[in-house]
């Protein structure tokens, strides 16, 4: 069976000689000193290990099952949910006004990508309630914090979003869902969601559904849309239970991964509801959550990776097969381990240079959404708007390809569900759909981001990569390895926003025929920025005379690798972008 090692050094690595955490001036970064979080990651690395890494396999093979409206998780879920609860995990960087920690963001997602490495689909319940406790954070009345955060920050009621009805995912105006005004201001909501993750269980007393629905008079399409609040369970005003409201669980998807995750179709047939957040402005609340949801996603396909890597590493050190080309290295054994073989090599590096710079790609990420909640700083929050879809996208697809590069390390026994490296692949695959498909995520990314705010923060973007060249370009330890591949991509990408502002609006087919390409480039020249950036830090480190060299040598290394093997696709990306619309869009629909 698999197992999972939490990356606990790459993660302090990362954040305290790259992105020196506690030296900022965000508030709540001062306390993140290394023992501090060393602590943290460390008995959070020990919960995925020892409690939700083994309840992987069981959640894979049983499922969720319905029964009479109730939806029984797989064995052992519902203690370890207690365990994680008790241990005040589930609202490690929520405010300490409703019972969280208030840590930052920056250490919740670290926490988060173990839990995720070791078990996704449980990690889901609690990740779906935090991202609607954020929601109702934002956008709720006082008595509606009051009355949900409480018990959402401890998951003893967890959370949903939904949005997704059967005949419409990615174009939400037209949704048919429909909310009626009550005269006691609550809502009566009729209509069917789909694919509702953790719609319905047993780990929990109440949950509670953010719903998406028209209230009927109100704009046509996606202005007419609101935000509900929707309880299993009608609470009272003294804060207890009362009755059932009328939402149900009609039955739950057979899916390909993620089983241990009930993705059910929700009835509601008149259930009550409190408007979240004002009238026709459901999408903007809901963005709260997707946005952190979408963080959230691309970090499964980290955690995936990840895990998937861990196995593949462990087997290709023990399984034998063939010599190595340059003379054998196991003479006693009847072969060579699998990581003598020179492509073997070549998938492995591909793997743990994605996975290192994605994870310092991800933490950055986090530090500029703590910058822009907690320190109110504009140009972080423009930052990290630009980079969302490229955080959900990119991480998503590289992701999901690395745990098939893992498989297949594997051979045949990486097909067979017995090794379990299948559930890494099948499981990961749903990062690159839900949470708005990947292809929108890139629609978002050019249709929307670049041009925002008139392209300022993609320009803020290209400034701060210049400012990184320059500010190091005497550092000649640097200067090859990194910064001239550096530059060479951040070019490329340049290259292509500049074909998108000529040619975008003379024909946009130009620049969404190019928009993956160019969401892919970004991903690449963002990880090509962290690996200049811990190649820095690793350089440092080596100078100050580190007692751990073997792993800065090991970084620089790795970073070598991805700034010659992987960085290069920028120019492939271009070429296509540059390409434009034609070759894409020649053919009429009656030619396929
Ligand atoms: C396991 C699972 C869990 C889920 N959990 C939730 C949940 O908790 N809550 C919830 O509300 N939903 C959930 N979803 C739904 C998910 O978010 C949607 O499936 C997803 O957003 C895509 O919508 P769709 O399936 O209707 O595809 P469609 O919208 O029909 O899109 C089909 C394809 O066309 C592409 N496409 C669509 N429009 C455009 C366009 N304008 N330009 C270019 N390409 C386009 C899309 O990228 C996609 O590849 C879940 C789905 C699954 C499978």
């Not at 909310?179 to 069917?192: I, K, R, V, W």
Request: hydrophobic share 40%.
């Amino acid at each position: 069976m698999p197992s999972y090692t939490a990356p606990t050094r790459d993660m302090q690595f990362i954040l305290h000689d790259v992105l020196n955490v506690s030296e900022q001036d965000t508030p709540g970064y001062a306390e993140l000193d290394r023992e501090f979080t060393s602590a943290v990651l460390g008995e959070a690395g020990k919960i995925s290990s020892e409690v939700l890494s083994p309840l992987n396999p069981v959640g894979d093979s049983e499922g969720c099952v319905l029964e009479n409206g109730v939806v029984r998780t797989p064995k052992g879920f519902k203690a370890a949910f207690d365990q994680v609860r008790e241990g005040g995990w589930t609202a490690l960087d929520l405010p300490e006004e409703y019972g969280g920690q208030n840590m930052p963001y920056v250490l919740g997602t670290a926490v988060g990508e173990m839990f995720s490495g070791a078990n996704q689909a449980f990690t889901m319940y609690q990740g779906l309630t935090h991202g609607a406790a954020s929601a109702i954070l934002v956008h709720g009345s006082d008595q509606q914090k009051e009355t949900y955060l409480p018990k959402m920050f401890s998951c003893e009621w967890t959370g949903t979003m939904n949005l997704t009805e059967p005949h419409c995912g990615t174009d939400l105006g037209l949704m048919r869902t429909k909310a009626e005004p009550q005269d006691d201001g609550s809502y009566l909501l009729t209509g069917q969601k789909i694919f509702i993750s953790s719609g319905e269980h047993d780990m929990a007393d109440n949950i509670v559904h953010l719903v998406l629905a028209k209230i009927p008079g109100g704009p046509e399409g996606i202005k007419g849309v609101s935000l509900f609040i929707v309880p299993k369970f009608i609470v009272k005003d003294d804060g207890s239970l009362g009755d059932r409201n009328g939402v149900t669980c009609g039955k739950i998807e057979e899916k390909m991964g993620i089983h241990g995750n009930s993705t059910c179709v929700m009835n509601y047939d008149g259930a009550t509801g409190w408007l979240l957040g004002e009238e026709h402005k459901g999408m903007r609340a809901m963005f709260t959550m997707m946005n952190e949801a979408r963080i959230g996603v691309g970090m499964q396909g980290l955690a995936q990776a990840e895990v998937a890597y861990q196995n593949a590493l462990a087997y290709a050190k023990d399984r034998l097969q063939g010599r190595a080309v340059t003379g054998t290295e196991n003479p006693d054994g009847p072969a060579d381990p699998l990581i003598v073989h020179p492509d073997i090599r070549r998938s492995l590096m591909d793997q743990k240079s994605f996975i290192e710079g994605a994870r310092a790609f991800m933490l950055w990420g986090a530090e500029l959404i703590d910058r822009s909640h907690r320190g109110e700083d504009a140009a972080a929050e423009g930052l990290i708007s630009l980079m969302t879809p490229v955080i959900k996208g990119f991480i998503t697809d590289e992701g999901y390809d690395m745990t098939v590069l893992a498989q297949q390390v594997y051979g045949g026994h990486g097909y067979i569900e017995e090794w379990g490296m299948s559930q890494f692949t099948r499981d990961a695959r749903i990062a690159m759909i839900y949470e708005g498909a990947n292809g929108v995520q890139a629609l978002d990314l050019v249709g929307r981001k670049l041009a925002q705010d008139s392209g300022k923060h993609v320009m803020a973007f290209f400034e701060m990569i210049k400012t990184f060249l320059k500010e190091n370009e005497g550092d000649e330890a640097l200067k090859k390895d990194f910064l001239d591949p550096l530059k060479a991509a951040s070019k490329d990408l340049q290259a292509s926003a500049m074909f998108f502002m000529q040619n975008g609006m003379k024909n946009p087919n130009a620049a969404l025929a190019g928009s993956y390409d160019f969401m892919h480039l970004f991903g690449h020249v963002c990880l090509g920025l962290m690996w200049a950036r811990m190649a820095k830090a690793s350089h440092a480190a080596l100078e100050a005379g580190t007692t751990d060299e073997a792993f800065y040598k090991t970084k620089l290394a790795t970073g070598r690798f991805y700034m010659k093997r992987r960085l290069p696709a920028t120019a492939l990306h271009l070429a296509r972008i540059e390409s434009g619309a034609e070759p894409v869009m020649e053919l009429d629909a009656e030619a396929f």
